[in-house]
């Protein structure tokens, strides 16, 4: 089970942490990531890391604002996001994939989800 906390609404220019609680597994064994929505819009990448954190992949919308990382000691995925715009509004969710040892782009490389956290930016 993957569960997600941290979305707010916040202010364009704010920064935002988002949080990703698993459990019943070690997420060690799995790459993680974060994936977007926005109403109307299709689920798209916004960052990965693999297992043991060596590798991170980014949505090319990122352009260096977010930062994702990992402790599996704590079994738990984070979100830095900096710099937000009106445009980051969506509902973030996170994912867990197999193998760790690489990162997925596409949502069908995840084959758990979380139910997602909303984060809205006003302007």
């Known amino acids: 089970q993957l569960v997600e906390s941290g979305g707010a609404l916040v202010q364009a220019g704010d920064s935002l942490r988002l949080s990703c609680l698993a459990s019943?597994?070690?997420?060690?064994?799995?790459?993680m990531a974060w994936f977007r929505q926005a109403p109307g819009k299709e689920r798209e990448f916004v960052g990965g890391i693999s297992g043991a954190g060596a590798v991170t992949r980014y949505g090319d919308f990122v352009q260096g604002r977010f930062s994702i990382s990992r402790d599996n000691g704590q079994n738990k995925v984070y979100l830095q996001m900096a710099s937000l715009k009106p445009e980051d509004t969506a509902a973030y969710y996170c994912?867990?994939?197999?193998?760790?040892?690489?990162?997925?782009?596409?949502?069908?490389?995840?084959?758990?989800w979380g139910q997602g956290t909303q984060v809205t930016v006003s302007s």
């Open positions: 019943g597994r070690a997420i060690s064994n799995y790459c």
């Open positions: 994912a867990a994939g197999e193998p760790p040892w690489t990162v997925a782009l596409l949502s069908t490389g995840y084959s758990s």
